[in-house]
Antibody
Framework: QLQLQESGPGLVKPSETLSLTCTVSGGSISSSSYYWGWIRQPPGKGLEWIGS???????YYNPSLKSRVTISVDTSKNQFSLKLSSVTAADTAVYYCARAREEIVGAPLDFDYWGQGTLVTVSS | NFMLTQPHSVSESPGKTVTISCTRSSGSIASNYVQWYQQRPGSAPTTVIYEDNQRPSGVPDRFSGSIDSSSNSASLTISGLKTEDEADYYCQSYDSSNPRWVFGGGTKLTVL
C-alpha cells in the first residue's frame, strides 16, 4: 500500500522560505505515469493546487504561485520536496502531498493517494 | 483559464438524494475529466468519483457522477443519504491547455 508522509517545520517566519518534504513508501517515485503534487488548504477554506512534478522530472506550477514555488525530486530517497519563498500569513495552511495517476499521456486523473497533511503557520 | 464553481452548501435528510453541481466557466466540461473528492473534518480528501463517472473500489454505488454539456457542468449525486456522508465535497479537473490542476471551491453537505 502506497503511503505518503509530509515533514518539515510547522512554523515559518514571514519573508522566509517554507520547505516541506514528502516521503513515499510502498512504491517507487520513479514509476512511470504518475505525477507527484502539493496541495494546500488554508484553515476553513478550500483546496488549492500548488504544483506537481511528473515522473520524468517535468514540473507544473500554479500560475498564481509560480514565481515563488520550486518542486524537486530525490529518487535516491524516494522523496519529493516543496519550497515556497517569501511567505506571508496568507501562506498559512495545511499542506498535503499527493500522487496523481495518468492513464492517457497528458491527461492526469485524480489524486489517488494523499499524505495526512501538515499545518504550516507563518508568523513571527 | 477556467474556473470550477460549486454551491457553498447543500443539505438534505437521511435516505434522500442530493446532487452537487460543478460548473466550468469556459471551455467544454467534456474536454477534461472531472473528479470528485470527499473530505471529512481533519482528514485528507479521498476520491469518490474519477473520470466523470467512475467509482474507485470501496466507494458505495450510492455515489454517482455525470457531466452535462448543455449546462457545462458536472454533478455528483448521492442517493440514500447517510449521516456519514456529511462532509465537504470538491470537484477537480485538469487544464490541458495550460497544464494545471483546478479545484472547485467545495460544497459542504449537511445531512440532517
Amino acid at each position: 500500500q502506497l503511503q505518503l508522509q509530509e515533514s518539515g517545520p510547522g512554523l515559518v517566519k514571514p519573508s522566509e522560505t517554507l520547505s516541506l518534504t514528502c516521503t513515499v513508501s510502498g512504491g517507487s517515485i520513479s514509476s512511470s505515469s504518475y505525477y507527484w503534487g502539493w496541495i494546500r488548504q488554508p484553515p476553513g477554506k478550500g483546496l488549492e493546487w500548488i504544483g506537481s512534478i511528473y515522473y520524468s522530472g517535468s514540473t507544473y506550477y500554479n500560475p498564481s504561485l509560480k514565481s515563488r514555488v520550486t518542486i524537486s525530486v530525490d529518487t535516491s530517497k524516494n522523496q519529493f520536496s516543496l519550497k515556497l519563498s517569501s511567505v506571508t500569513a496568507a501562506d498559512t495552511a495545511v499542506y498535503y502531498c499527493a500522487r496523481a495517476r495518468e492513464e492517457i499521456v497528458g491527461a492526469p486523473l485524480d489524486f489517488d493517494y494523499w499524505g495526512q497533511g501538515t499545518l504550516v503557520t507563518v508568523s513571527s | 483559464n477556467f474556473m470550477l464553481t460549486q454551491p457553498h452548501s447543500v443539505s438534505e435528510s437521511p435516505g434522500k438524494t442530493v446532487t452537487i453541481s460543478c460548473t466550468r466557466s469556459s471551455g467544454s466540461i467534456a474536454s477534461n475529466y472531472v473528479q470528485w473528492y470527499q473530505q471529512r473534518p481533519g482528514s485528507a480528501p479521498t476520491t469518490v468519483i474519477y473520470e466523470d463517472n467512475q467509482r474507485p473500489s470501496g466507494v458505495p454505488d450510492r455515489f454517482s457522477g455525470s457531466i452535462d454539456s448543455s449546462s457545462n457542468s458536472a454533478s455528483l449525486t448521492i442517493s440514500g443519504l447517510k449521516t456519514e456522508d456529511e462532509a465537504d465535497y470538491y470537484c477537480q479537473s485538469y487544464d490541458s491547455s495550460n497544464p494545471r490542476w483546478v479545484f472547485g471551491g467545495g460544497t459542504k453537505l449537511t445531512v440532517l
